[in-house]
């Protein structure tokens, strides 16, 4: 028994190190070796191993990171060292100060040594406690002196190393750093919340720290957090492992914790200037995460000590060199529309021209009109406009005192007719939303085209939006069928075509005469119509006659398709232009049905919970989707249950599914795994 006991332990050994790897390969080095399915497979095997010999758990195991049991309160952590803050210097003037103060303080010394510079990430600042290289403890900030213990929260970031690599770490140590949400994690996050009626967060920094204080460590499990290493502290009377900022740096790379990119050793302050310069115009515009500065700091660590703190506060061998918010104000020339191709009216903002974080600004998304009415926007307006890494311009709202009270702008009316075509403008389901509803609309026709053409629809390479301009600009193509007429003579003659490419395109449009009636539905843009259920409404039907002939109710009663998507696709088979539109495809060989798949096994063997009410799908629908996939549902979660499908109102079910670990996933992802 007792040898078994140890084969066990050896092999859950085996595993977490398996996993650490993993993770440290896929979030650290961006360079997976084992498929997402092997991770799940060596993860679901440790997490059995512990469930059914709980003496193998240990601090370090990877199953901590889907969340532990939540928490009724934080407790409180003191820092085996100060977290101390950092002065600031906000030009290339005060930075000089800087070092002439320190080198008054530490001789030439301090030149001799030179600079370590490095980003100044803008998120939440942690502690790490490792003993013998393992995460015992992790604790926010707090006032410096005591933080709140986040340990179980700070297990879910999956770039923070549970035990470290290499050896040469102190028995105990803190490693210290800033957790962060990256700007992708931050957009998609707030567009989940969006779709499920939920408040956004204002920036991922807010975003980021909310998440760190959580009871229940599932829901920051849920959150895209980020981990960046910078610095370590020992107990009293220990040395730090390295004798420079920048071998530290290294040397925190080589345990495994992530460290930002871009640090630089510069030599002396002009370089240091050079290296800042660089950063605040040009760099920071690159970057997926938000930075409010950089730090620079004396490279020698040897030299820290005799440079002192400011008030018990500010080390005197670091400073931030801030720079200019991303945020800047500027005039508010127009509000102009555009119209998308299912016919929506997009409102959009012409900016006086100005500056933020080195790009140049013009426009700004103001998404719909409900948004211009509660910012109160108005043409003429001063206002302030936020530009985050790669992320579309953003306007907060006007700056109230720099409108003038005797002569304010005109309040912004939206439009009542179409910008391309004329049409009296519709409102929809969505809120805030309007629409031209002339399916002929010149508007939609541009954006109707590029979105046929795109990669998840007819996927035709080479007909980018701006070829399609030319095409329609010059009048040739009017319709999508239109452009199966096209001959390469035709496109050659267009501006910069060369000849040969004017044959590759001409092929590529022809061999989309081959993709299945799924792709053909999708890149007709019925409003609504998504990929997903593109292919589930063909595999249905089989042809579009067939789908042609249907009522809202013989669509409906398709698993997974409900009432906004039935009536949508009905009313557009009932224009007739629509109608005219498919004969026309269908004249030019465009394929009009979809090949048979094999009856459908993608649950194969799974057993699986549904709990909560799901957004489109009945409980009866889903458990018959689930069924005809050859899953079965049950109704109580245990460590058998393959997933739990979670709606919204989830009560005990989803409780008991995070402290087992099962996988939760939501509607569309159930939709999304039958359609494979
Ligand atoms: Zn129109």
Redesign the pocket.
Known sequence: MADDLAALAARAGTLREQLERAAYEYYVLDRPSISDAEYDRLFHELRRLEEEHPTLRTADSPTLRVGAEPATHLVKHTHLVPMLSLANAFDEAELAEWEERIVRLAGDDVRRSGYTCELKIDGAAISLSYREGVLVEGATRGNGTIGESVTANLRTIHDIPLRLRGSDHAFMMEVRGEVYMPFSGFERMNEERIAAGEPVFANPRNAAAGALRQLDPAITAGRPLRFFGYAVAVPDGEDVPATTQHELLELLASWGIPVAPHHCRCATLDDVHRWAHDVEHRVRGTLDFAIDGAVVKVDALGLWPDLGVVGGREPRYAIARKFAPDIAETRLLAIEVN?GRT?TINPYAVLQPVEIGGAQVKLATLHNFDLVARKDLRVGDIVQVKRAGEVIPQIIGPVPDQRDPSEPPAPFVPPTH??????ALVTGNEQGMLY?P?FE????RLEGLVHFASRGAMDIRGLSYARLRQLVDADLVRDAADLYDLTAQQLADLERLAEKSADALVAAIDASRAQPLSRLLFALGVEHVGEIAARQIARHFGSMDALAAASADDILAIHGIGDTIANSLASWFSNPNARRLVRRLAERGVTMTEPQASSGGALKGLSIVITGTLPTLSREQAIALVEANGGRVTSGVSKKTSFVVVGADAGSKLDKARTLGVETIDEAELLRRVAE
């Open positions: 119209v016919g179409c910008p391309a075509c004329g049409t031209c002339n609309c010149p508007g939609r």
